[in-house]
Nanobody
Framework: QLQLVESGGGKVQPGGSLRLSCTSS????????LGWFRQAPGKEREGVSC????????LYADSVKGRFTISRDKAKNTVYLQMTSLTSEDTAVYYC?????????????????WGQGAQVLVSS
């Protein structure tokens, strides 16, 4: 069973930046599509971004394009979400997710594996 662990959440002021990290201690992530979901208070979960297992192709939700960057470090077995120009609309619990099928499946269907979530609060 793949276990994902997020870190890096917290409070940041509007316009600020934050980086989320996600790793797995017991499983090599090389063969998985990795990504991030978020759920804001009172809203449904939303696929934010995905990075392909091979080749590094990325996919982003329109709401974060140009502001968020997903990347992976295979040597550290870690995927990152760099978030910039944050607004209150980005306040949410962010979940690291993984799937073996595709980024399209991960973003728009139900990813197979989920982390426990990391809270991001954008507030002055």
């Amino acid at each position: 069973q793949l276990q994902l662990v997020e870190s890096g959440g917290g409070k940041v002021q509007p316009g600020g930046s934050l980086r989320l990290s996600c790793t797995s201690s017991g499983t090599i992530l090389d063969e998985y599509y990795l990504g991030w979901f978020r759920q804001a208070p009172g809203k449904e979960r939303e696929g934010v971004s995905c990075i392909r297992a091979i080749g590094g192709h990325t996919l982003y939700a329109d709401s974060v394009k140009g502001r968020f960057t997903i990347s992976r470090d295979k040597a550290k077995n870690t995927v990152y979400l760099q978030m910039t120009s944050l607004t209150s609309e980005d306040t949410a619990v962010y979940y690291c997710v993984a799937d073996e099928r595709s980024c399209a499946w991960l973003m728009f269907r139900q990813p197979a594996y989920w982390g426990q979530g990391a809270q991001v609060l954008v507030s002055s």
